[in-house]
């Protein structure tokens, strides 16, 4: 049998070489517990003494004991360290980083057609104009001979009009609500009225079956053309948020006389001329004119004591022309790449 000196070298030899290998605080605590538990090789040792003589005992015993210190002090500083490693470790497995960008939340926003709708309808109603809403479905009177459209006038053509049964259309125009206001109330009458219309034409970059408008209309004694003027000029300022520089050409619309469509210096080149406004300068926003008398005698709206005006704007045009977007398609496509431009 080796010497007790050689057995408490070999296990000091052997603590050190295992203390090495120990890379869990699990490692170290069962490492403890086999050295100096209770049935432990240091306790081992300390019971090997009993072999020994009365002067070796007491300097093999402060031998083990130093021993016994030298590991504890090992396993207590290992310890440390590892658990230190290992709650490192945790924090940066588990814990939350918040230096890390947040995840944002989709928010849902209204469409770019109703962001339009909305800044034109506040303009409008800030100008006194309450909104009334007409039908998408109505019928040949309201959406035409209320109107004053000839019984034989091109744009009630099966090529331009969606006809549904019995004398029923999809509404081309929102000036069906004209009709309707025109027949429903008496003067004073300031309206506008958005809403959906369609016509059976070809769908593409420039047009569409389904699009927007929103009319607006004043009947009142002493309502003139200079007033329809003033009313347009200050409309367009604020949607376009400076003053804008406007053109009014004659135009023809059936159920106004005299009959124009407004046109605003281009927003994209300041009028020097580009694609947007074919290089003429200018972009057409809107049609409008005095309310027919007919129209108003359909009404029974007196033309000699009453007179109006009217006007029917694009939306689509509108977000158009303030966007530069070059297919009226995508407001129907439901991209959301294309939405989500729209804040
Ligand atoms: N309803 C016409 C259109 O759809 C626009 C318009 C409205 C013109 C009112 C004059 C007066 O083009």
Redesign the pocket.
């Known amino acids: 049998m080796s010497s007790l000196h050689e057995q408490i070298e070999s296990l000091r030899t052997s603590f050190h070489q295992e203390l090495k290998g120990a890379s869990s605080v699990k490692d170290l605590d069962s490492l403890k517990t086999k050295y100096l538990g209770k049935k432990g090789s240091v306790q081992t040792l300390m019971q090997e003494l009993r072999h020994c003589s009365s002067e070796e005992r007491p300097v093999f015993g402060q031998v083990i004991n130093d021993l016994k210190e030298e590991i504890t002090s090992h396993c207590t500083h290992t310890l440390d360290r590892l658990q230190r490693e290992e709650l490192a470790h945790r924090i940066r497995e588990e814990s939350l980083d918040p230096t890390l960008p947040g995840k944002r939340g989709f928010l849902g926003r209204s469409h770019p057609i109703h962001q339009m709708m909305d800044k034109v309808l506040t303009i409008l109603s800030g100008m006194g104009f309450s909104i009334q809403y007409g039908p998408d479905v109505d019928t040949e009177h309201y959406n035409f001979g209320g109107l004053n459209f000839a019984p034989d006038h091109p744009a009630r053509d099966m090529q331009d009009t969606f006809h549904l049964n019995e004398g029923f259309l999809l509404r081309t125009?929102t000036?069906n609500v004209q009709v309707h206001a025109i027949e429903s109330f008496t003067p004073p009458i300031r309206m506008v009225a958005p809403g959906r219309c369609f016509r059976n034409e070809d769908i593409s970059a420039r047009s569409h079956v389904f699009f927007h408008?929103v009319?607006g209309f004043y009947i009142d004694k002493g309502v003139s053309f200079a007033d329809l003027l003033s009313t347009m000029e200050s409309f367009l300022d604020q949607l376009f948020g400076i003053k804008v520089e406007t053109r009014f050409r004659p135009s023809y619309?059936p159920?106004?006389e005299p009959?124009m469509e407004v046109d605003v210096r281009c927003t994209a080149c300041k009028g020097s001329g580009c694609r947007l406004c074919k290089h003429s300068g200018w972009l057409e926003i809107l049609?409008?004119?005095m309310i027919h008398p007919n129209v108003l005698k359909n009404g029974k709206i007196d033309p000699e004591v009453y007179s109006g005006y009217?006007?029917?704007m694009g939306i689509e045009r509108l977000v158009i022309l303030q966007t530069g977007i070059p297919d009226i398609r995508l407001f129907t496509q439901n991209d959301l790449r294309f939405l989500s431009q729209f804040s």
């Open positions: 125009h000036s408008q009319e619309f159920f106004v009959g049609g409008a004119g009217a006007w029917g």
